[in-house]
């Protein structure tokens, strides 16, 4: 079967498409035929500069994936041959806090990727695909949907008349407009682009603003928010970005913070002042995928998909994330 690698520290040059064997699931495990992987910013990360973070090459990338059960390894239930699932990011983590345990089972970091014709996942290490969602939709959720999930609705508690605000429309940010729509609470999105902010307000955006034209974008949220701040933040800039969202989150109000797109320093006497909760977001348990997917399937959510990429132009997906001018997903059929 084939497999796409990173051999080496060149960015997606550096990927190879290879023929390994196929993998035969060991006790306990499940072979999943795979039919498309959604790629995450960490995804590109991770190619980008695998040596720093240590990881032994080759390795496969990628965290998410959807496909069919086609095998079963001794111990698993044979009536799951067939199922359409995803995998969860965490191989380890079912319910409850993060673990240490957990941190060590994510796919395409502590443990190898998906992006291959067929991948061992372990019995407990995926979900079914929720009705209605295709296979290119379905690759979307384990990562990104689940982390604005989390945040959102485990950590932020966000509901109906609360305002959120969200940072860029990459895939982390749409989906998290899509739940604050499903929750009822109104988003507030900030982005480069015009256009982009023109799509968010179209798909149920309460107010934009342009952070490049509008660098104090904080003060804008304070404004459109009669000064109070917004309830809920999904900070995906991390540090070139956190004071100004610790500044537009109102008092006692959560900071979810998820992303590391900018670096920056950042002063905590603010978060102290305010009784802000700045809760560190690591995607999430596949107790929260089940719920998560409940309430897609019964608010019949469609991700947003910015555009497919078939498996043997890999690389050209990542180059798409580099050039971030995608809203949304960016899925690689297999
Ligand atoms: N902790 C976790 O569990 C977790 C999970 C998923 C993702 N993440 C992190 O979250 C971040 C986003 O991930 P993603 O997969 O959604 O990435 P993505 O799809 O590549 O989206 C990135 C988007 O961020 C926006 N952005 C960049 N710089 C910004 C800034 N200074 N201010 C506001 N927005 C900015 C851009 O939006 P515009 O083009 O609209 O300007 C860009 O399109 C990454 O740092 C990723 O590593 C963390």
């Known amino acids: 079967m084939k497999a796409w690698q990173i051999i080496g520290n060149d960015g997606y040059g550096a990927l190879s498409l290879a023929q390994i064997d196929s993998p035969t699931p060991a006790a306990g495990q499940v072979k999943v035929a795979v039919r498309a992987s959604s790629i995450n910013y960490r995804d590109y990360a991770t190619i980008q500069d695998p040596v720093a973070r240590g990881l032994a090459l080759p390795m496969i990338p990628n965290s998410d994936c959807a496909g069919d059960i086609v095998e079963v390894g001794a111990g698993v239930d044979k ?21 240490p345990e957990a941190m060590n089972s994510a796919l395409g970091g502590a443990l190898g990727g998906v992006l291959a014709e067929e991948v061992l996942l372990d019995a407990n290490g995926f979900v079914e695909i929720p009705s209605g969602l295709s296979y290119v939709e379905a690759a979307t959720l384990p ?83 009669d000064g109070a701040g917004v309830d809920v ?52 348990s596949r107790r929260m995928f089940s719920d998560m997917n409940r309430a897609i399937s019964m608010h019949q959510l469609k991700p947003v998909i910015d555009h497919e990429v078939p498996f043997e132009s890999a690389p050209e997906a990542y180059r798409a994330m580099e050039q971030a001018g995608h809203l949304g997903k960016i899925v690689i059929t297999v």
């Open 233 to 284: 933040t999904v900070e995906v800039g991390g540090g070139g970005t956190l004071q100004r969202s610790v500044n537009a989150t109102r008092v006692a109000g959560t900071v979810g913070l998820i992303g590391v797109l900018t670096g920056g320093q950042i002063d905590p006497t603010p978060i102290m002042r305010k009784s802000l909760r700045l809760q560190g977001i690591y995607v999430g």
């Open 79 to 99: 009536s799951l041959i067939g199922k359409r699932v995803a995998s969860t990011f965490f191989q380890q983590w079912t319910d409850g806090d993060c673990s």
């Open 143 to 225: 990562c990104a949907a689940l982390t604005a999930w989390n945040a959102m609705v485990e950590t932020g508690r966000a509901g109906a008349g609360d305002t959120v605000l969200l940072l860029g429309t990459g895939g982390v940010s749409v989906f998290a407009l899509q739940f604050a729509r499903l929750l009822g609470a109104r988003a507030i999105v900030t982005s480069s682009s015009d256009s982009k902010l023109e799509r968010m307000r179209s798909m149920g955006a309460w107010e934009t603003i342009n952070y490049k034209e509008t660098p104090e974008w904080d003060t804008a949220v304070l404004d459109l928010t």
